[in-house]
C-alpha cells in the first residue's frame, strides 16, 4: 500500500485533470455543432472523437491566452474584456468575484496564503495549523480591539474544506516553515514532519 498509493492517486489526480480539460473541449464542440449546418457536423464529430486532440488544444490555448495577456496589447484586451462582462446581468456578479478572489489568491503580490501561523482552536491551550490571507475589512477592523488578520483554518484530511477566521495577531505564532510543508503536515494529520530548514539547522 506504501508503495501503490501514492502512485495511484498521482495517477487519479492526472486522468481527472485531463477528462476535466477533454470535457471542457466536448462542451465547445458540441455548441458548435448544434450551431453548425448538417453538412459539416460529421466532420466536427470526427474531429472531436480524436484521442487527446480536445486536451491539446485546451493547453495550447490556455498557454496562448497567457502570452497574450503578458503584453501591453493583451491587457488592453483584457480590460475590455472584462468591460464587456461587466454589462451581463448575474454574470458579472460571478464573473468578478471569481476574478477577484483568483487575482488574490494567486497574485505573486498578493499576501494570501503566504504563511503558515499557529492559532489556538478550539480552544485556549490547544493549537492548529492556519494560513494567512489578508487583513479584515475597514468596517470589521472600526469594531474590533487590537489588530487582527485572516486566516484560513483547513481540515484534516481534505484542506481544501475548512473555516475563515479573523484571531487577533496577538494570539498567533508565525512557523518558519513554508506553506507547502504546513499543508503535507496538515494532510498527513500530523505523521508527515516538515522538512528541516537551514536556518534552523544552523541554530
Do not use: C
Amino acid at each position: 500500500m506504501l508503495v501503490w498509493a501514492p502512485l495511484a492517486i498521482t495517477v487519479w489526480v492526472i486522468t481527472w485533470g485531463l477528462s476535466l480539460l477533454n470535457s471542457i473541449f466536448g462542451s465547445v464542440m458540441s455548441a458548435l455543432m448544434a450551431l453548425s449546418p448538417l453538412g459539416s457536423k460529421p466532420a466536427l464529430q470526427s474531429f472531436n472523437d480524436l484521442p487527446g486532440v480536445g486536451i491539446l488544444i485546451v493547453i495550447g490555448i490556455i498557454l496562448v491566452t497567457g502570452v497574450i495577456a503578458a503584453n501591453f496589447a493583451g491587457q488592453w484586451w483584457v480590460r475590455l474584456w472584462d468591460q464587456f462582462i461587466a454589462r451581463i446581468p448575474i454574470v458579472k456578479s460571478i464573473y468578478s468575484s471569481v476574478k477577484q478572489v483568483s487575482g488574490t489568491l494567486f497574485s505573486s503580490k498578493g499576501n494570501a496564503f503566504r504563511k503558515a501561523v499557529l492559532i489556538p482552536y478550539p480552544r485556549n491551550g490547544s493549537w492548529t495549523i492556519a494560513f494567512v490571507t489578508g487583513n479584515p475589512a475597514e468596517e470589521i477592523t472600526d469594531k474590533l480591539n487590537g489588530e487582527h488578520v485572516n486566516v484560513f483554518l483547513p481540515t484534516t484530511p481534505n484542506p481544501t474544506s475548512g473555516f475563515f477566521m479573523i484571531v487577533p495577531k496577538a494570539d498567533i505564532i508565525e512557523l518558519d516553515m513554508g506553506v507547502e510543508e504546513a499543508l503535507k503536515h496538515i494532510v498527513s494529520m500530523g505523521s508527515v514532519p516538515p522538512s528541516h530548514h537551514p536556518e534552523s539547522t544552523a541554530k
